[in-house]
């Protein structure tokens, strides 16, 4: 079954719309509820302070959960470090994608990005679950991006900004493949293709008209759309709830070239 995390700061206020709530009702999800502590702040104190009020916000958000259909869970966590939880309980947890909660009603239409270094199938996959047979539209949105020339000296970053007009043609064959594929599962499908200027702008741009954001976590600006380096200009944009797919061709690959281990004692990872 897909699992979806959906970190909610759940002692300043956090919570999760209704519209996200119902959106997530066809998958799995486990609630995450973190507070950042200042870094003089030991966890445990913190935990034994709130604890009780936290776990009882908690548990009101996983039964808004269980009654849009879906099987809920939560974690409670206390850290210095939210993004760093956060893709530590993701991985514990084996969750396909992580939600940025935002505020968004009825979920009519998805924007769906395939720009970057991402893994389109698995996205692809993905929103095949969460939208399942409901009328939920979907538009496939591609970046064409430019790669640094042969012994150039462009960076990684600098390349994920720029794009190339000339591969307009690969991309829009690209997106028509994705969509034919979405479509032959039944869902209503459009796609937008950007040609030129910086992917981070044009998936801005593509926002409105949309109720919710899918992405890979190898998407061009990734950091700055998902942990806020660049708020002002996503919030200007209105940006609703965003569901960050994981990429797993890592773990394939490792799993691919692993050999047999002994057995030895296990040391508890903390990011507390």
């Known amino acids: 079954m897909t699992r979806v995390l959906v970190p909610v700061a759940v002692l300043e206020g956090g919570s999760v719309s209704p519209g996200l709530i119902s959106l997530l009702g066809a998958v799995d999800v486990t609630v995450l509820g973190y507070h950042v ?3 003089q702040t030991p966890p445990d104190q913190a935990r034994l302070q709130f604890e009780e009020r936290a776990t009882s916000a908690l548990e009101g958000i996983n039964e808004d959960f269980r009654a849009a259909g879906g099987a809920a869970d939560h974690r409670l966590v206390f850290t210095h470090d939210r993004e760093q939880t956060i893709e530590r309980v993701t991985d514990e947890v084996d969750a396909d994608a992580f939600a940025v909660p935002g505020t968004t009603g009825d979920v009519d239409r998805i924007l769906v990005s395939l720009s970057g270094d991402v893994d389109a199938d698995r996205i692809l996959s993905f929103v095949e679950a969460l939208v399942g047979d ?10 064409a991006e430019e790669r640094p020339p042969a012994g150039g000296d462009a960076t ?12 307009a043609g690969d991309a829009a064959a690209r997106l028509e493949v994705a969509a034919d594929r979405l479509r032959e599962t039944g869902l209503d499908v459009d796609t937008a293709l950007a040609a030129e200027g910086s992917p981070f702008d044009a998936l801005i741009d593509a926002v409105p008209g949309h109720d919710a954001v899918v992405m890979g976590e190898r998407a061009p600006s990734f950091r700055s759309f998902v942990f806020g380096e660049e708020s002002d200009r ?24 692993a050999t047999p281990e002994t057995d030895g004692d296990a040391t508890p990872e903390t990011d507390e």
Not at 134 to 143: C, E, M, N, P, S
């Open 37 to 39: 502590l200042p870094e």
């Open 134 to 143: 409901r009328d939920i539209g979907v538009t496939l949105f591609l970046a």
């Open 156 to 167: 990684d970053a600098d390349a994920s900004e720029k794009t190339d007009p000339g591969g």
């Open 234 to 257: 996503v919030a200007a944009a209105s940006v609703g709830p965003v569901l960050v797919v994981r990429d797993r061709r890592a773990d394939d690959e490792d799993d691919a070239d």
